[in-house]
C-alpha cells in the first residue's frame, strides 16, 4: 500500500496562489507518475496535471500557463505552483500516484485531498 498525504489548500482571493504538496509513503516500489486532479461541486473530476518519473508534464488546458507541477523523485512528492488563481480553480484537489510493485502490477493510489478556495 502506499500512502499519499496533501498540504497546502486554503483561502485565497483572485489573483492570488498557492502552493500544493503531496508526499508519498509506504511500500514504494516505483512510481511511474504523480500528478493532481480536482473536483469542484457538481462537476466530474478533471485532471489539473500531472508529471512522469522521466520528468514530462501535461497541463489542462485551463490551468496552463498559471500553473506549474513539479517533483522529487528522491522524496517521493509532488508539488503544484497555482499562481493567478481564479474561482474557477475553486475545488477539492487530489493527489494520485501512479506505482508499479516488484511483481509490476500498477495500482493507483489517492490522497484524501485538500481544499481550495478562490474569491473573487
Known amino acids: 500500500q502506499v500512502q499519499l498525504v496533501e498540504s497546502g489548500g486554503g483561502l485565497v482571493q483572485a489573483g492570488g496562489s498557492l502552493r500544493l504538496s503531496c508526499g508519498a509513503s509506504?511500500?514504494?516500489?516505483?512510481?511511474?507518475?504523480m500528478g493532481w486532479y480536482r473536483q469542484a461541486p457538481g462537476k466530474q473530476r478533471e485532471l489539473v496535471a500531472t508529471?512522469?518519473?522521466?520528468?514530462?508534464?501535461d497541463y489542462a488546458v485551463s490551468v496552463k500557463g498559471r500553473f506549474t507541477i513539479s517533483g522529487d523523485n528522491a522524496k517521493n512528492t509532488v508539488y503544484l505552483q497555482m499562481n493567478g488563481l481564479k474561482p474557477e480553480d475553486t475545488a477539492d484537489y487530489y493527489c494520485?500516484?501512479?506505482?508499479?510493485?516488484?511483481?509490476?502490477?500498477?495500482?493507483?493510489?489517492w490522497g484524501q485531498g485538500t481544499q481550495v478556495t478562490v474569491s473573487s
Open positions: 509506504g511500500s514504494i516500489f516505483r512510481i511511474n507518475a
Open positions: 508529471i512522469t518519473r522521466g520528468g514530462n508534464t
Open positions: 494520485y500516484t501512479s506505482h508499479s510493485t516488484r511483481l509490476g502490477t500498477l495500482n493507483v493510489y
